[in-house]
């Protein structure tokens, strides 16, 4: 019979378990990296980030010509108003409050920061909804003390959930 001897070099139980949770752990994250669907949502969600980064810039240019808050640039104090509880915003048809809310307030923001900027890039979020904003500062019946805000609904295409992307902006 050939029975190891506590000198002789071979791994332990408690070895193979660590070296197994290595190999399983490095595996799970080399499937997320190597993944097409994480790396196409981390695409858009930058993509979205950077086209509402976009947006604030142009609306700091409006609100600073013309003195005016969001809610005065944007002749609607709730543009998303139409959107919530609508579902998928994606699935809403063109002629859809919400839709209209968007492209009136891109109207008006391109006119109110003097007409050289053009907006038509922004139509619509990586997934293709409307961007969303709230016109908070100073608005009817608001908190004084609210931020105006512009958003994405996110991969699932559905206002306020968690995966929704939010930028507040300063007051003015």
Known sequence: MNY????EKGFTLIEVLIAVSLIAVLSA???????PDVLLTR?????AEAELHQLVEVIDVARVS?????GQLSGNWCSLCSCI???EL???????QCYQDWDSFRNNLRVNSGGVVDLTALERDPWGSPYLVEEAELGPGTDPCNHDQIRSAGPD????????IIIYLPFH
Do not use: Q
């Open 4 to 7: 190891l001897r506590i000198n």
């Open 29 to 35: 994250v080399m499937f997320a990296a190597i993944n």
């Open 43 to 47: 695409s858009k969600r930058g993509r």
């Open 66 to 70: 013309t003195g005016m808050v969001l």
């Open 85 to 87: 509880d609508e579902g």
């Open 90 to 96: 994606d699935s809403l048809e063109p002629n859809h």
């Open 157 to 164: 295409r559905i206002y306020g959930t968690d995966d929704d």
